[in-house]
């Protein structure tokens, strides 16, 4: 069994910068594709950035140039940098990666984090 296991939420200014991280723990598993989605009250999830093992990102047009995804492959870990956060971006943050044990890829979810931006 495969643990993501989220930190580094919290509340913040607008304007305001937070990281999120997020690790996978467990035995005899490979990660292909890392990301974080969020849901905010009311709305659905909905995907805010993913990367590919080889280090390619890809951004929601609501925070590309604002957040930065990262991952290091070895540590099987996957961190957001959040920049100039908006009230909008106020959500739980969940992570999320495609793990295999063999050969079909399953993804995996964390507990969520929640970010607040609020004045």
């Known amino acids: 069994q495969v643990q993501l296991v989220e930190s580094g939420g919290g509340l913040v200014q607008p304007g305001g910068s937070l990281r999120l991280s997020c690790a996978a723990s467990?035995?005899?598993?490979?990660?292909?594709?890392m990301g974080w989605y969020r849901q905010a009250p009311g709305k659905q999830r909905e995907l805010v950035a993913t990367?590919?093992?080889?280090?390619?990102?890809n951004y929601a047009d609501s925070v590309k140039g604002r957040f930065t995804i990262s991952r290091d492959n070895a540590k099987n870990t996957v961190s957001l940098q959040m920049n100039s956060l908006k009230p909008e971006d106020t959500a739980v943050y969940y992570c999320?990666?495609?793990?295999?044990?063999?050969?079909?890829?399953?993804?995996?979810w964390g507990q969520g984090t929640q970010v607040t931006v609020s004045s």
């Open positions: 999320n990666a495609q793990i295999s044990f063999g050969i079909t890829f399953i993804p995996y």
């Open positions: 467990g035995r005899a598993f490979s990660i292909n594709a």
């Open positions: 990367i590919s093992r080889g280090g390619e990102g």
